[in-house]
């Protein structure tokens, strides 16, 4: 079942056309990333999922419903973590996650929030004195108090150290199992290839491609190669007759097989043929970084966006707001 439906999106600031025609659907129960360069509308993007953007034109379908004709239930059924939040300095975990509660028609148990996360030690503690993980893990149960189907989470480790960033992922991976969509927007092309089962490459306010992060990186090499020593000679063409080789050389003892498809399975097979032992062996492929510069042209960047962003504001606000 389909929970998001983005078509032919379209959003202007003035002469800066921020997205130009995104389209991707992301089914129930996958983390679906979208990554991009900087500036590429990929935070104007997922604010509009929110409700926090009006569209120019094109279609936004939230678990069926729209978010800005359908505000007050999307809210409902949507939970944001956002690239930027603050928080009053003094605010206690526990505090945050009772106010952010009361805004919701059926609130999760915030106490099971704080176990999920790892937070129960801190369930005391005011914001200021969290460390940037912990921070990060409130965001996260802010997110989820209000029981949602779909979570956003924007640029989630940004700032974070490598550990905190792990344990971040495995939380991620816990969130989901629990039956919550994730949409997932990241500068981290390991964070990427690790936790999302789809990606979708946005440039230039524009959909590249999409696909799972093995056919992403397949698509943009299906080049790969073989590198080893051996322990006694060869013939060549025991390896240069083999369909999937493309090409062989030997660079100072080195044997270094160039091709495409099941490579490691065929040379591997062709030395076992031929009773010969591989020393030191090591295949090189492309990662998803090789896949974003194929699909962009650029690196991927690690800095925060700088596309306009949407002041965070609670579900209290906006009704306000509306009102």
Request: charge should be negative.
């Amino acid at each position: 079942m389909t929970a998001l439906e983005v078509r032919h999106l379209h959003k202007r600031y003035g002469r800066h056309v921020a997205v130009e025609d995104v389209s991707f659907t992301v089914e129930e129960g996958e983390i679906f990333g979208i990554i991009g360069p900087n500036g590429a509308g990929k935070t104007t993007t997922v604010e509009s999922i929110a409700g926090l953007r009006t569209p120019d034109s094109g279609s936004i379908s939230v678990l069926g419903l729209d978010p800005i004709r359908d505000r007050a239930e999307v809210r409902e059924r949507l939970g944001v973590q956002l690239q930027e939040s603050g928080f009053p300095d003094a605010i206690r975990v526990s505090e945050a996650l009772e106010l952010y509660g009361s805004f919701y028609r059926n609130p999760a148990d915030w106490r099971e929030l704080v176990e999920l996360l790892g937070l129960t030690e801190k369930r005391d503690t005011r914001y200021q004195a969290l460390s940037g993980g912990q921070k990060q893990r409130l965001s996260i149960a802010l997110a989820l108090v209000g029981s949602p189907r779909v979570a956003i989470l924007d640029e989630l480790t940004t700032g974070l150290d490598p550990q905190a960033r792990r344990d971040t992922w495995s939380l991620i991976e816990r969130v989901r199992d629990t039956g919550v969509t994730i949409l997932l927007v990241t500068h981290f092309m390991d964070e990427a290839e690790r936790l999302c089962d789809r990606i979708a490459v946005i440039d230039g306010g524009r959909v590249a491609a999409v696909d799972t992060p093995e056919g992403l990186i397949a698509r943009s090499s299906p080049v790969r190669q073989v590198r080893f020593r051996l322990s006694q000679p060869l013939d060549q063409r025991v390896l240069t007759e083999l369909p999937d080789v493309i090409d062989v050389e030997i660079v100072k003892g080195r044997w270094l097989v160039t091709g495409r498809g099941q490579l490691l399975s065929s040379v591997a097979g062709a030395l076992a043929r031929a009773r010969v032992v591989a020393e030191d062996l090591r295949v090189d492929q492309h990662n998803l970084d090789d896949a974003f510069v194929a699909f962009t042209g650029r690196a991927p960047e690690s800095a925060a966006s700088p596309e306009p962003q949407a002041a965070p504001e609670s579900p209290e606000a906006s009704e306000r707001r509306d009102d």
